[in-house]
């Protein structure tokens, strides 16, 4: 990871913009669930065992991304768009960490369904259903965590489905931003312990020729996230407008000029 961007998306640029490029975002966005799928089955039965370093390292290993995208589920479908947006304009990759959400579930039940499930009383055993949960969820973020490593940059889409901010203390000016959402929590600590690394290409400066439902409710659990969010760098959709009048660069390029407009004073 090279870089970290906090973007908070814009509806109006959603619709304007962003949205025409769905199509192409729920290409790219079913390839990855289609590969992560093939990843699961291949790795989750062989001789009855579950070899749990082998099922990371290929659960991502398929996908190699520019961009890390970290998100709510409930904005899916804008960052899928964006994620399109990313790949039309600038020819740019994105990994959009939902993909991985839905595959957890689906491990989780085919491993429970084999080793947990008690056929007689059509109950899952307790503690052997933790145990599994356990492991399945070490797996997802230590992949996660090494995918955030291999991408170049994580764009964290900050929007209120994602973040909230709690003024439950009255006394205090500002309040404090909060997710419910574990892998969110997970995710953004990570940019915060995982060292920045020095780009291993050649970086490109371009010295500005640039225009200007469950029965039983789930407990409500909160992260704050302040330290993390304070750590990334601020991307406006001013940022981002300005950004796609570049479309010539593609790939790697895209991203340098994508530095340079955020540096700007």
Same mark, same amino acid.
């Given at each position: 990871?090279?870089?970290?961007?906090?973007?908070?998306?814009?509806?109006?640029?959603?619709?304007?913009?962003?949205?025409?490029?769905?199509?192409?975002?729920?290409?790219?966005?079913?390839?990855? $669930?289609?590969?992560?799928?093939?990843?699961?089955?291949?790795?989750?039965?062989?001789?009855?065992?579950?070899?749990?370093?082998?099922?990371?390292?290929?659960?991502?290993?398929?996908?190699?991304?520019?961009?890390?995208?970290?998100?709510?589920?409930?904005?899916?479908?804008?960052?899928?768009?964006? &994620?399109?947006?990313?790949?039309?304009?600038?020819?740019?990759?994105?990994? *959009?960490?939902?993909?991985?959400?839905?595959?957890?579930?689906?491990?989780?039940?085919?491993?429970?369904?084999?080793?947990?499930?008690?056929?007689?009383?059509?109950?899952?055993?307790?503690?052997?259903?933790?145990?599994?949960?356990?492991?399945?969820?070490?797996?997802?973020?230590? &992949?996660?965590?090494?995918?955030?490593?291999?991408?170049?940059?994580?764009?964290?889409?900050?929007?209120?489905?994602?973040?909230?901010?709690?003024?439950?203390?009255?006394? *205090?000016?500002?309040?404090?931003?909060?997710?419910?959402?574990?892998?969110?929590?997970?995710?953004? &600590?990570?940019? /915060?312990?995982?060292?920045?690394?020095?780009?291993?290409?050649?970086?490109?400066?371009? &010295?500005?020729?640039?225009?200007?439902?469950?029965?039983?409710?789930?407990?409500? *659990?909160?992260?704050?996230?302040?330290?993390?969010?304070?750590?990334?760098?601020?991307?406006?959709?001013?940022?981002?407008? $300005?950004?796609?009048?570049? /479309?010539?660069?593609?790939?790697?390029?895209?991203?340098?000029?994508?530095?340079? *407009?955020?540096?700007?004073?």
């Amino acid at each position: 990871m090279y870089s970290k961007f906090n973007y908070e998306i814009n509806t109006d640029f959603y619709h304007s913009e962003l949205k025409s490029h769905l199509t192409k975002g729920k290409e790219l966005y079913n390839k990855f $669930k289609d590969e992560s799928q093939l990843a699961l089955n291949r790795f989750i039965f062989d001789n009855g065992k579950i070899d749990g370093t082998t099922l990371k390292d290929h659960w991502f290993s398929i996908i190699k991304a520019d961009v890390f995208l970290s998100h709510s589920h409930k904005d899916e479908d804008e960052v899928i768009a964006f &994620a399109g947006w990313l790949y039309n304009t600038f020819g740019l990759t994105s990994f *959009i960490d939902s993909c991985s959400w839905g595959y957890c579930d689906d491990l989780l039940r085919q491993i429970d369904n084999e080793y947990c499930h008690d056929d007689e009383s059509n109950t899952y055993n307790y503690k052997q259903r933790n145990y599994s949960t356990a492991h399945v969820h070490v797996m997802l973020t230590t &992949a996660l965590t090494e995918m955030i490593d291999n991408c170049e940059c994580i764009i964290f889409v900050n929007t209120p489905n994602s973040i909230r901010v709690s003024d439950e203390l009255k006394n *205090i000016k500002d309040g404090h931003q909060q997710t419910k959402s574990p892998w969110i929590y997970h995710e953004l &600590a990570v940019t /915060s312990m995982l060292p920045q690394k020095p780009l291993v290409r050649k970086r490109n400066c371009f &010295a500005y020729e640039m225009l200007f439902e469950n029965v039983n409710q789930a407990p409500e *659990i909160w992260y704050d996230v302040d330290k993390y969010l304070q750590n990334m760098i601020a991307l406006s959709n001013e940022h981002i407008e $300005k950004w796609s009048k570049y /479309s010539k660069y593609k790939g790697s390029k895209s991203l340098d000029v994508l530095y340079e *407009i955020v540096q700007e004073k």
